[in-house]
């Protein structure tokens, strides 16, 4: 492979350092190619339907009754969520982090069951609880609580399948800092609510940040779990993504696309944040889902 | 790490808040709900669990689902490691937005990517159009589904095997070179060995994912039972029909393969550690 011709390749290297110059062609073609049409056509086809019949059909997508229902919908379940799995992911990573004790290891592993279970079981497992046949469905109804295909039901399996995000950023960030500053802060008279506002939070913040990002992100993005447990109810119970269905399904793709496009927009943001995070904390943060 | 787990004491408060905290809403949230899925499907019966997973219909639902979670895994180590190489070793124009893009598929929407794939490749879309041409149909076919099983598996395999590219020494290489090895027996020596569990890792975890994907599989896949309808799916429609029994069943036998999955992947993990640690 690596006959003489190569050595005149690339950036003076030896040939056997690095593929010759058709070879290192060949790979960054292929990664393009199956860029463009696995990540970026996919964005472009959003916007090109969604301004299909240009703005004013766009505009009145977006601001019809049903989608401000959903869009607020949406936000309410982000504004309900994010705060509490963000304080259980700090509380859990306090716990699993900062101490030693038995089953630790399988605590960490069940965190991160949301994440390896289907949305859809995500979602039905508050059907069988909640659900008018459920384990508890003929209480709800006696004492008229509705949790499913009611909002309650939609903030509860966001719950789920957003609870490990903030625990998942923040345990190997502060496995890798250990104990040894919050303990020299304890034993100069600070007290553990001070420790841990001033010398644990400022530690791992830019990881909190980015958890409490991607979390966010699913929040507002989830369809599987959320499709089971709304029922579908056009300006009640339909979150964005849930309304980006009924409208595909019924053949108003432009205003599909519309509502779609805000969506991508978070996607977006969410993104360039991370870029930025990436930057403050000088460190590559662990992506997977 | 090895310090910290010789010390059995710490002086450090919040243990008990802490744990409390954590295995109540855990217990709440996950384990119990998850628990009464499995508990339902016990009480079924042998009979009644063996029927509703016997039958053609959830058959033929498993073997899509876990077929074509298995192409595009095999899909995404391939393309995956070309796109993780390319960004990590070379210099190009564009490098640097296509590495913040990369995880797109994490940040999306599932149901966003589901429709815009859909009318992508729909018969009348930019890339079906001209597939259509060539004789091959993507959109309500098993294609259909492998595609946007792809798109959601795309960055798995891409940010495992990133890091430990980046990590490798090149100096093995240089030192491999001056011994005399040829680019191909360096590959496949000296490169290779470390890279190969970060990419099985990134694979599982793909395939995981890929099993229990839902929303930007249903869009493009038609749904036809029998032929393009995937286990969560299915899932869906007998929760929607009353069918709890029949949903929980299957439900169950995703749950315990998702749970085996997450075993495999953290075992693959301690190995990529190992190969990082020594």
């Known amino acids: ?289 | 790490m090895a310090s910290a787990g010789r010390r059995t004491w710490t002086i450090l408060p919040g243990l008990g808040l802490s744990l409390g905290i954590t295995l109540t809403y855990l217990g709440l949230i996950v384990l119990i709900p998850l628990s009464v899925l499995l508990v339902k499907a016990a009480d079924a019966g042998a009979a009644k669990i063996w029927a509703e997973l016997a039958s053609p219909r959830a058959l033929a639902a498993f073997r899509l689902s876990f077929g074509t979670a298995f192409l595009a895994a095999l899909c995404n180590a391939i393309f995956g490691f070309i796109l993780a190489w390319v960004l990590v070793r070379y210099q190009f124009a564009g490098r640097r937005l296509m590495d913040a893009m990369i995880d797109l598929p994490f940040a999306l929407p599932t149901a966003v990517a589901g429709i815009s794939l859909a009318q992508l490749y729909a018969s009348n879309g930019w890339l079906g159009y001209a597939l259509a041409k060539a004789g091959i149909s993507v959109a309500f076919t098993p294609l259909g589904v492998l595609v946007a099983l792809v798109f959601v598996g795309l960055p798995f395999v891409v940010r495992t095997v990133q890091p430990v590219l980046e990590e490798l020494d090149r100096e093995m290489e240089e030192a491999a070179v001056l011994l005399g090895a040829r680019r191909r027996e360096i590959l496949r020596r000296v490169v290779l060995p470390p890279l190969l569990p970060a990419v099985m890792t990134g694979a599982t975890l793909a395939f995981a994912r890929a099993i229990g994907e839902y929303g930007s599989v249903i869009f493009i896949a038609g749904n036809m039972p029998g032929y393009s309808e995937i286990v969560p799916l299915l899932i869906v429609i007998k929760l929607e029909q009353f069918d709890y029994p029949g949903a929980t069943v299957i439900a169950s036998a995703m749950l315990i393969a998702s749970f085996i999955l997450l075993l495999a992947i953290n075992v693959l993990q301690a190995r990529i550690r190992s190969w990082q640690g020594g």
């Open chain 1, 1 to 289: 492979m690596a006959r003489a011709s190569g050595a005149s390749a690339g950036q003076g290297l030896v040939p056997a350092l690095s593929e010759g110059p058709r070879v290192r062609a060949a790979l960054i073609v292929v990664a393009a190619v199956f860029f463009l049409f696995f990540l970026l056509l996919p964005l472009l086809v959003v916007f090109v339907e969604a301004l299909r019949q240009g703005l004013a059909a766009y505009w009145a997508g977006i601001s019809e009754p049903e989608a401000r229902a959903a869009i607020r919908l949406t936000l309410l379940t982000a504004i309900v969520v994010v705060p509490i799995n963000t304080l259980f992911g700090i509380a859990a990573a306090w716990a699993v982090t900062k101490f030693n004790f038995v089953g630790k290891n399988l605590l960490i592993t069940l965190i991160d069951v949301p994440f390896s279970v289907s949305p859809v079981i995500g979602g039905m497992v508050f059907v069988l609880l909640f659900g008018l046949p459920g384990l508890l469905g003929p209480w709800l109804a006696a004492h008229d609580v509705k949790i499913i295909f009611a909002v309650p039901g939609v903030i509860i399996a966001t719950l789920f399948v957003t609870l490990p995000f903030v625990a998942r950023e923040l345990i190997p960030l502060m496995q890798k800092q250990g104990t040894d500053q919050e303990e020299a802060a304890l034993m100069l008279g600070a007290n553990g609510w001070q420790t841990f506002l001033r010398i644990t939070l400022p530690n791992i913040k830019w990881g909190l940040l980015y958890g409490i990002l991607l979390c966010n992100g699913r929040a507002i993005g989830e369809f599987g779990a959320v499709a089971v447990v709304s029922g579908h109810i056009m300006g009640l119970t339909n979150t964005m993504p849930l309304h980006v269905e009924v409208l595909y399904n019924d053949f108003n793709f432009v205003a599909s696309f519309a509502v779609a496009s805000l969506l991508v927009m978070m996607a977006f943001a969410t993104l360039v944040l991370k870029t930025v995070l990436e930057a403050r904390a000088a460190w590559k943060l662990p992506t997977l889902p």
